[in-house]
């Protein structure tokens, strides 16, 4: 409607051309039409062989009139098969590769957020307890030759009082390595006067 | 085959053939494989498009475009360009204008408005076919149209265009 509208915006002279031209049939050229529909129609059917199809007809001259054409028509029900698969052979592998990713960096988020603490555990110190071998017994005016036996003997009789001395350590005075150092019990007597 | 029936795609053939390649001899030489090839295209479609006609035209244009850049205008141009002309329109004591002339003076209008008239005077495009084709406005087509009439008038007036002035005007 609006080229209707349009067309009768054209001046009177500019009709007459436009009705001359109308009058003018275009030519053909060398188009066969019987041959082009015949073309047209195995160009449909290898629709998924573009190139084969487009090798045949690029320079296909109707004047010379060779069919190529029909070396490209003779492609196998399976061959369409496998060139319908192979249309989605890369969109499929990128799709595949892009779910990889995904998965991956998700994996790799996941992982990275759950922080692994190492705890480094020390042995617990044994100040609080007594050696069973009482090798280190020390006198108890003296001064200790290891600070920490000391302060272990300390602990235990602050602790447990006197009685947590170890009996071996008394009882066989002999057996500690040590034999100058003075025991407890002697040196308690000694200092009660019992 | 598609969607598009051979029934359709003979239509098409018979009625737009001729103007379509008319419309590719405006830029390239080789427009018979031009509008070959855009039929080969159009059946390959798995779809049929909303406007066979339009589509066709559009295909054709752009293949001559290309096909036009690849050749060697300036070494092919002047001597096709007579091969061109005289194949351009049928002969017919018939019309009111020459057909040689007539070819002529459509060689000489710029792509633009050559393209607008071929696509409306004889491929029956409206303007807004024509415009959706050329990627632009209706109006601008239009004008085009008003503009390559208005020089092929000029161009013809200027020769002797009309078969029944032939025998009194001399022949170039």
């Not at chain 1, 272990?152 to 002999?174: C, E, F, I, K, M």
């Not at chain 1, 390595?177 to 002697?186: G, K, Y």
């Not at chain 2, 002309?85 to 040689?100: C, G, H, L, N």
């Amino acid at each position: 409607m609006s080229d209707e509208r349009t067309e009768e915006k054209l001046p009177d002279e500019l009709k007459a051309v436009e009705t001359a031209l109308r009058g003018l049939t275009p030519a053909t050229g060398a188009v066969d039409r019987d041959r082009l529909m015949y073309l047209a129609g195995r160009a449909s059917v290898l629709a998924d062989e573009p190139s084969s199809v487009s090798g045949a007809t690029g320079g296909l001259s109707t004047r010379a009139g060779r069919d190529t054409a029909s070396t490209a028509g003779r492609a196998s029900s399976g061959t369409q098969r496998l060139a319908r698969i192979s249309r989605f052979a890369w969109p499929l592998a990128t799709a595949a590769l892009v779910l990889l990713s995904l998965t991956l960096s998700g994996r790799l988020l996941y992982i990275s957020g759950r922080s692994e603490r190492i705890l480094v555990v020390q042995k617990a110190s044994q100040r609080d307890e007594l050696p069973v071998a009482t090798a280190s017994v020390v006198g108890f005016q003296s001064a200790p030759s290891g600070g920490f036996s000391y302060m272990q003997l300390r602990n235990a009789v602050l602790n447990r009082g006197v009685d947590a001395l170890p009996a071996q350590a008394v009882s066989h005075p002999a057996s500690a390595p040590n034999t100058n150092a003075p025991h407890w019990p002697s040196l308690r007597d000694d200092l009660l006067g019992s | 085959m598609n969607s598009l029936g051979p029934e359709l795609l003979g239509q098409l053939l018979d009625r737009h053939v001729p103007a379509l390649t008319l419309l590719a001899r405006g830029w390239c030489a080789s427009a018979e494989d031009v509008v070959q090839e855009a039929f080969f295209q159009l059946a390959r479609q798995r779809e049929c498009p909303h406007d066979p006609a339009a589509w066709l035209y559009r295909v054709v244009r752009n293949g001559a475009i290309s096909a036009g850049r690849a050749e060697s205008r300036r070494r092919r141009h002047e001597t096709e360009a007579a091969a061109r002309m005289s194949v351009w329109f049928q002969d017919s004591p018939d019309t009111a204008i020459d057909s040689q002339a007539a070819a002529a003076a459509l060689e000489k209008l710029s792509s633009e408005e050559r393209e607008v008239i071929v696509a409306h005077v004889w491929g029956g495009l409206s303007f807004s076919q024509i415009a959706q084709i050329v990627e632009s406005s209706a109006s601008s087509v239009h004008r085009r149209y008003q503009s390559g009439l208005t020089a092929l008038r000029d161009l013809l007036g200027e020769t002797c265009p009309t078969n029944e002035l032939k025998k009194n005007c001399p022949t170039n």
